[in-house]
């Protein structure tokens, strides 16, 4: 099993910085993709950004350009960079794991998720 832990959340003015971590732990036989959502009181849970196996890497329109993604291998930590905060970034995100735990069961865990507030 992968246990996903998220950190850097908090209040930022609009216009401000933050930086989210998450920390993976357990075993993996093959991943396939990591990706970080976020989630507005009485709304779907919507994708920010998503890198696969293969080094893909999707946006979300409302992120591009302000937003990036990325990952350590060595110490298994996905990353979102967020620039320009907007307060319609407002969100609680989480970070998600998608792969086989062996050559065929599939996984797809998720973080507790960490608040991140855009207010002046």
């Known amino acids: 099993q992968v246990q996903l832990v998220e950190s850097g959340g908090g209040l930022v003015q609009p216009g401000g910085s933050l930086r989210l971590s998450c920390a993976a732990s357990g075993s993996i036989f093959r991943l396939v993709a990591m990706a970080w959502y976020r989630q507005t009181p009485g709304k779907e849970r919507e994708l920010v950004a998503r890198v696969t196996s293969g080094q893909r890497i999707d946006y979300a329109e409302s992120v591009r350009g302000r937003f990036t993604i990325s990952s350590e291998k060595i110490n298994s930590t996905l990353y979102l960079q967020m620039n320009s905060l907007k307060p319609e970034d407002t969100a609680v995100y989480y970070c998600?794991?998608?792969?086989?735990?062996?050559?065929?069961?599939?996984?797809?865990?998720w973080g507790q998720g960490t608040q991140v507030t855009v207010s002046s």
């Open positions: 998600n794991w998608r792969g086989y735990t062996d050559s065929t069961h599939w996984g797809d865990w």
